[in-house]
Each structure stands twice: as structure tokens, then as C-alpha cells.
């Protein structure tokens, strides 16, 4: 689902990433832990085609995005990627049900089958009653949970999670973070958490360190 190869990012006279390869395939789940600083956010942002390497080659699910015009990988962000944040991103003036639907909506699916979507993955999210609801009636981790539902509804083929439970109390982390595993697995996607938490890591099915710019078994 995702292949890195010889990845190069420098800002000024500063290599961020010094020649990184990483690999995911369908149904694993990676997790990249680092120093702050060490530049797993930068990593993430390249990943998903939000900024591009001095050198190297990122192709997610056979797409090479160097190869790709802006708008071009747009519209593979738009299929197939999936971001949980740790800041939610939940749009406020939508309801819960809304914000789910919404890259669905922008990747043209029918009414119908959106519909059906979003009420199956609120369900299996635990929030199969809180689709009418607004975001300000929600909790952390309700909220989350609203975030992962959203970066699974349209079956992308690379889940990426950005420190996805820095907000949340340990038990709500967990249970967003064991959520998130179950479902990059069972629906054959690759996922990559970004984490600074050893706990969080665990939960996934591999650990790597990005360390002087390059990564290194955890």
C-alpha cells in the first residue's frame, strides 16, 4: 500500500530526512515514534503529497506522486488517503453524520450508498445514535471517534494517524487507538501512526524509530 523510497527533505542547511525508506503493506500498521523535532509530521506531510522531497519516491497503492500534477494528487488524497489528526478537524457547522459523509461527498459517491456508509461506520464506531448530534455536543473522544469514522468511510487504501490521541485521557486513547488497528486490518488498508506515546505504539503491528533522519527498528 505505500513504498518510501530514498527520501530526502532538508529545510536550509538542515536534513530532515536523510535518505528514508519505509514500506506498508495491505492490512499492517506501522508505527513511527521519534524525538520531537525529528521530523515524523514532515514525514506524514509527504506521504500524503502535502510537500514534496528534495529527494526520493513515495507510491501509495501503485500511484508514484511525484509523477502527479497538484491536482492530480489532490484527488489521490481525496481516494485513497485517510488522516485522523489530533486536533479532530471536525467541521463545527456540520453534524456528526455530515462530516462523516464528506469525503464521500467529495469523491462523488451516490446519495444512497453514502448514506449507508456513514450509518454502518457510526455504528461500528460506537455512534451509531450520534449522527443528528453537532460536534459541541460531543466529548474528546467522542470526537475522535467522529474522526476515524471519517478517515474510513470512503475505503482508502493508506490510513495516516498524526499523535491521533494527545487530547484524549488514557482510556479514551486506548479505545480510539485499538479502533483504529482493528479497522486498518480488518479492511486491508496500510496504516502509519505517528506517536511519541510507547504505549500507543504498541498497538500497532510494527514499531520503527525516525532518528537522524532515518528509521530504525523500534
Do not use: C, W
Not at 53 to 68: E, I, N
Not at 116 to 127: A, E, F, N
Amino acid at each position: 500500500m505505500l513504498s518510501v523510497e530514498g527520501l530526502v527533505k532538508r529545510f536550509g542547511a538542515r536534513t530532515v530526512l536523510d535518505e528514508l525508506s519505509l514500506r506498508v503493506a495491505a492490512g499492517e500498521y506501522v508505527a513511527i515514534v521519534g524525538e520531537s523535532g525529528s521530523g515524523k509530521s514532515t514525514l506524514l506531510n509527504l506521504i500524503a503529497g502535502l510537500d514534496q522531497p528534495d529527494a526520493g519516491q513515495v507510491v501509495v497503492h501503485g500511484a508514484d506522486l511525484a509523477l502527479m500534477n497538484d491536482e492530480e494528487r489532490t484527488l489521490t488524497r481525496r481516494s485513497k488517503l485517510g488522516f485522523v489528526f489530533q486536533s479532530f478537524h471536525i467541521l463545527p457547522h456540520l453534524t456528526v453524520a455530515q462530516n462523516v459523509e464528506l469525503p464521500l461527498v467529495l469523491v462523488g459517491v451516490a446519495r444512497t450508498e453514502r448514506s449507508t456508509r456513514v450509518t454502518d461506520l457510526l455504528s461500528v464506531v460506537g455512534l451509531g445514535a450520534r449522527g443528528p448530534s453537532m460536534p459541541r455536543e460531543l466529548s474528546g473522544g467522542e470526537l475522535q471517534r467522529v474522526a476515524v469514522a471519517r478517515a474510513l468511510v470512503h475505503r482508502p487504501a493508506l490510513i495516516l494517524a498524526d499523535e491521533p490521541t494527545g487530547n484524549l485521557d488514557p482510556e479514551t486513547a486506548m479505545t480510539v487507538l485499538t479502533l483504529l488497528a482493528r479497522e486498518v486490518r480488518t479492511r486491508g488498508a496500510g496504516g502509519v501512526l505517528v506517536t511519541h506515546s510507547a504505549a500507543a505504539a504498541q498497538t500497532a503491528d510494527r514499531v520503527v524509530v525516525l532518528d537522524h533522519g532515518r528509521l530504525r527498528p523500534g
